[in-house]
């Protein structure tokens, strides 16, 4: 079982308080982000997207999020055809901050808020079970660690089934 931290990258250092509670619950996990990222690197990164058991999309407020924004919409439409028992879990600002806002093209940054208002309301309409909005990475980090243990115990139950 394993947790992918897709989502934000760049300079963010959300994952690290992540990263901090599943090791200290010896919880297996994924951070795409690394100091030599190479080209080949996708193809590992797209394998976790595919296959990880539950996977967090956090579009914080630091960059303008487009490349994590178009990955969300993939991933759920992934994780409900190809296995319902895989989870998504999301959580998107409204906002930029006030530092990226100076960072960008004013142009971008509406696209960005406009991109992230599209998103949360398809969201908020659409009723799969295995997908999860949260509004906060706190609110994001107990939902994953819930949903860790759901898939411990459905590991154990399908244990079970296949004693047939």
């Not at 897709?6 to 996990?29: H, L, P, Q």
């Not at 490349?67 to 409204?94: C, H, P, W, Y």
């Not at 997908?131 to 939902?143: A, E, I, P, Q």
Request: net charge negative; proline share 2%.
């Amino acid at each position: 079982m394993t947790i992918g931290l897709f989502g934000t990258c760049g300079n963010s250092i959300w994952r690290k308080a992540f990263m901090e509670v599943y090791d200290s619950k010896e919880i297996a996990y994924f951070n795409p982000v690394k100091d030599d990222w190479k080209p080949e690197d996708a193809k590992i990164e797209a394998e976790h997207l595919a296959n990880d058991e539950i996977i967090l999309f956090p579009v914080t407020d630091e960059t303008l999020g487009l490349g994590s924004l178009g990955e969300v919409g993939f991933s759920i439409l992934q994780a409900i055809k190809l296995d319902s028992n895989r989870d998504i879990v999301v959580m998107i600002t409204d906002d930029l901050s006030d530092e990226a806002k100076e960072q960008f093209d004013q142009s971008m940054v509406r696209e960005s808020i406009k991109m992230r208002a599209l998103i949360k309301a398809h969201l908020n309409k659409l009723n799969y079970p295995n997908v999860y909005l949260v509004d906060s990475l706190g609110d994001m980090l107990s939902v994953s660690l819930e949903l860790n243990k759901i898939h411990f115990i459905r590991a154990k139950l399908e244990y079970y089934r296949s004693r047939k």
